[in-house]
């Protein structure tokens, strides 16, 4: 069973205009998959409609076969959303706001207190968790949003540009722990305009182009004999402020 069915999902906003048009995905376990397009393309308004956060007309989006629509606690205990922008309780420190996420979890102290350690290590943030949100920079913002995530072992995760605003180091531990979710049965689902990122570390990909699914499948079946940015212009085209390319 897919860990993330999106079926025939259109999102109709006021004025008649579809910023999605009946599209279909299956996100499998093992999965790491990329959903790329230009910007204006449909891919945060799918993303914010899987994780609950926006309502949608048409089809439907089943986790681990519940639909989002009407089980969205049941949905929401099984995967970790994380945006393009982090909107954190500024008033919390970095270690209330993870202890609030594992409250709402009900993990237990000593999972809590070794999982706040081991991804606080790993993302180099342990020694500003005493601090407050409001003092932290967008990437240190970044970095508390994936702990928070990862400490209660999501199935699956939904991530919407999380490369932006991480360092290097940071941008190598999310990726590793991406690995490390989908290798473990679990599934990782993102949006990013960095396509050497995603030709690299993904096993799937789907391309949108004005809310219309162009291209899906297996990375390599997708590519063919191009690399992902020559396919992605061959389809789409070039708009600016649509890709992005990292060295």
């Given at each position: 069973?897919?860990?993330?069915?999106i079926?025939?999902?259109?999102?109709i906003?006021?004025?008649?205009?579809?910023?999605?048009?009946?599209?279909?995905?299956?996100?499998?376990?093992?999965?790491?998959?990329?959903?790329?397009?230009?910007?204006?393309?449909?891919k945060?308004?799918?993303?914010?409609?899987?994780?609950?956060?926006?309502?949608?007309?048409?089809?439907?989006?089943?986790?681990?076969?519940m639909?989002?629509?009407?089980?969205?606690?049941e949905?929401?205990?099984?995967?970790?959303?994380?945006?393009?922008?982090?909107?954190?309780?500024?008033?919390?420190?970095?270690?209330g706001?993870?202890?609030?996420?594992?409250?709402?979890?009900?993990?237990?102290?000593?999972?809590?207190?070794?999982?706040?350690?081991?991804?606080?290590?790993e993302?180099?943030?342990?020694?500003?968790l005493?601090?407050m949100?409001?003092?932290?920079?967008?990437?240190?913002?970044?970095?508390?949003?994936?702990?928070?995530?990862?400490?209660?072992?999501?199935?699956?995760?939904?991530?919407?540009?999380?490369?932006v605003?991480?360092?290097?180091?940071?941008s190598?531990?999310l990726?590793?722990?991406?690995?490390r979710?989908?290798?473990?049965?679990?599934?990782?689902?993102?949006?990013?305009?960095?396509?050497?990122?995603?030709?690299?570390?993904?096993t799937?990909?789907a391309?949108?182009d004005?809310?219309?699914?162009?291209?899906?499948?297996?990375?390599?079946?997708?590519?063919?004999?191009?690399?992902?940015?020559?396919?992605?212009?061959?389809?789409v085209?070039?708009?600016?402020?649509?890709?992005?390319?990292?060295?």
């Amino acid at each position: 069973m897919s860990i993330l069915d999106i079926k025939n999902f259109s999102k109709i906003y006021k004025g008649g205009k579809k910023a999605v048009d009946s599209l279909t995905l299956a996100v499998e376990p093992g999965d790491l998959f990329a959903f790329i397009g230009h910007n204006g393309a449909g891919k945060s308004t799918t993303i914010r409609a899987v994780a609950g956060i926006l309502d949608f007309e048409e089809g439907d989006i089943l986790i681990d076969g519940m639909s989002i629509k009407k089980q969205p606690l049941e949905c929401k205990s099984v995967f970790a959303y994380i945006p393009d922008n982090p909107d954190l309780y500024e008033h919390l420190t970095g270690i209330g706001y993870l202890n609030f996420i594992a409250d709402i979890f009900g993990l237990s102290s000593e999972a809590r207190e070794r999982d706040i350690k081991k991804y606080g290590d790993e993302f180099e943030l342990t020694s500003d968790l005493g601090d407050m949100i409001s003092s932290y920079s967008h990437g240190m913002k970044q970095k508390l949003a994936i702990i928070g995530a990862l400490i209660h072992h999501p199935k699956l995760m939904i991530l919407d540009e999380p490369f932006v605003g991480l360092d290097p180091k940071a941008s190598v531990a999310l990726k590793n722990q991406m690995r490390r979710l989908c290798k473990e049965g679990g599934a990782v689902f993102f949006s990013t305009h960095v396509l050497d990122v995603a030709e690299k570390l993904c096993t799937k990909v789907a391309m949108i182009d004005h809310g219309r699914l162009v291209a899906a499948g297996d990375m390599d079946s997708v590519r063919g004999d191009e690399s992902l940015e020559e396919l992605f212009l061959s389809l789409v085209g070039s708009e600016e402020g649509g890709i992005n390319h990292e060295k």
